[in-house]
């Protein structure tokens, strides 16, 4: 549960006075921020109900300053939080108390626009929507699109590979980002892939990639730009049912069809978006999907007829395909402010972030709807349905007693089913500190005790990020949640951790 959502992290000791003195030493003036005003900001990220006050923020401008801070960390025994926008939505860049809170937001400058190789240099400050803003004028962009993107990092994106609308056709981050370079507390400097696609060795780049801030600080990331396609087509379709789309979606993909974003909304999220937006949806639809079609024009057209039978034929009641791009933007600004419309329909909301096989959505989403009645709170449901990843958002109010705690049992035990349907805990916001509790049930001990393995080659002392993404043998077997795949253990005379 969220709000028993203790980090793993032991306390540290170290000469907090000692300590300050030498960081402010190597931060340029006003990198360090110590005074309880200047803290508050940093006391959570995306992910609210978990707060705590750092003890310190750091806010280098440059590489250099960032491998310092490491470094006096590292010989002082500090543990170090990373954190880029703060957007993220499972508790990552939540603070310790007795930790520095490394900001690398003003590490924000575009390096290089690469035309031949196809790729920009990034600092990872730079917000994800800048990198396309950028290179637009060469007719390219970048691909991966979170929700949040007007506002989130490129190395929070890294850090939590971060997915999007248009991930379905193009990959998540990990597919979309050829080269890094990572600091480690240890003090070395990582140069991981470069312009190209591939390189020798172990898979480096995928193993940061969704790292949570805990194997390395990414200072650096290079990534794919792509051409805009020549003709994009978007197509709202309404349905009377959620079984309805749901099965519509599996029958687009089972096509052979890959749109470029397959989108899903049901009637709560439909009428919170109209409300806030004015998008232009039906409001009396039970669901609704978006679908962006793109390519070059013949290909468009064809897809567009295909997507049309099959949506009819999975018994849409209304097809609207946007007329021009400011339909189409319109359209998808609906979907784009989902998530602060739901938050205008209750004082609080607690966002989910399941995964399923999309054959499972029909049955999921049901589930979902008798757990509203069980635990007598009401969802919106605002997902990227092509990729199977659900964001079940939880309606509360946290004045109201006891609210809080009903909404997080109920998103354990949405997880819970998504796990049971052969899906995962997470699809894009990370584990961070929200979903420890669930990683004990999605995985083995071996499979933990391996990923700590990973965690002590890259950090020996465990001071980036202590306590997240990974829990600990010990939490584990005290939840009682350990699995064992296939109800036994797979080598039974080994011995166990
Ligand atoms: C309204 C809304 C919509 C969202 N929609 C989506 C969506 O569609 N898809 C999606 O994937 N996510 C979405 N998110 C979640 C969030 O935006 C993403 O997880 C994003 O990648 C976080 O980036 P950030 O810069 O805010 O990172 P932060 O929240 O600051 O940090 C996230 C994690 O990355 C680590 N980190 C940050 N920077 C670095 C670095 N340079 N080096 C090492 N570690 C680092 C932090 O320690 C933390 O563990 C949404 C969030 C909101 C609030």
């Known amino acids: ?160 590979n971060a997915g999007g609308v248009h991930c379905l056709k193009y990959g998540l981050t990990v597919h979309n980002v050829v080269g890094l370079r990572v600091l480690t507390i240890a003090g070395d400097m990582l140069e991981i892939g470069g312009k190209g696609l591939d390189s020798p060795g172990y898979d480096l780049l995928a193993l940061m990639t969704g790292s949570e801030g805990m194997l390395g600080i990414v200072t650096e990331v290079t990534v794919k730009l792509l051409p805009v396609p020549p003709e994009k087509r978007v197509v709202l379709a309404a349905f009377a049912e959620v079984g309805a789309a749901a099965a519509a979606v599996g029958a687009i993909i089972g096509s052979g069809l890959i749109p470029a974003g397959l989108e899903m909304m049901d009637r709560l999220a439909i009428q919170a978006a109209e409300a806030f937006v004015n998008a232009g949806y039906p409001k009396g639809a039970a669901a609704i999907l978006l679908c962006e079609l793109d390519g070059v024009t013949a290909e468009v057209d064809d897809a567009l007829a295909l997507v049309r039978r099959i949506m009819m034929g999975n018994g849409a009641f209304s097809i609207r395909v946007a007329v021009n791009a400011e339909e189409q933007a319109r359209l998808w600004l609906g979907r784009k402010a989902a998530f602060p419309a739901v938050g205008r329909l209750a004082p609080d909301y607690y966002c989910m972030d399941g995964t399923i096989p999309r054959g499972r959505l029909a049955e999921v989403l049901r589930r979902i709807t008798e757990l509203e009645r069980e635990f007598g709170l009401a969802v919106a449901n605002v997902f990227h349905a092509g990729d199977g990843n659900l964001h079940p958002l939880i309606l509360y109010d946290a004045n109201e007693p006891g609210q809080l705690e009903r909404a997080e049992a109920m998103g354990e035990r949405i997880l819970a089913v998504c796990v049971a349907v052969g899906g995962t805990v997470t699809g894009e916001h990370g584990v961070g500190l929200e979903k420890l509790d669930p990683m004990c049930g999605q995985f083995s001990s071996a499979e933990l005790e391996q990923m700590h393995r990973v965690k002590h080659a890259f950090d020996p002392d465990s001071l980036l990020n202590p306590g997240k993404a990974v829990p600990t043998l010990a939490r584990c077997a005290e939840i009682g949640g350990m699995h064992v795949h296939g109800g036994k253990l797979p080598f039974p005379n080994l011995p166990r951790f």
């Open 1 to 160: 549960m969220v709000t028993q959502a203790h980090s793993d992290a032991p306390g540290r000791a170290f000469d907090r006075a000692l300590v300050q003195r030498e960081l402010a030493r190597v931060l340029p003036s006003g990198g360090l921020l110590s005074e309880p005003r200047a803290l508050k900001p940093y006391e959570s990220d995306g992910l609210t109900a978990l707060r705590e006050v750092p003890w310190l923020v750091a806010l280098p401008e440059d590489e250099a300053q960032v491998w310092a801070v490491l470094k006096i960390c590292r010989e002082h025994g500090v543990p170090v939080v990373p954190r880029g926008a703060g957007t993220g939505l499972s508790g990552g860049a939540r603070p310790l108390a007795d930790g520095l809170l490394l900001g690398l937001s003003k590490l924000n400058r575009i390096l290089e626009i690469d035309l031949e190789s196809c790729v920009a240099r990034v600092q990872p400050g730079v917000r994800n929507l800048a990198i396309s803003q950028a290179v637009a004028p060469h007719g390219l962009y970048y691909a991966p699109d979170p929700s949040s993107q007007i506002a989130c990092s490129i190395g929070g994106n890294v850090a939590e």
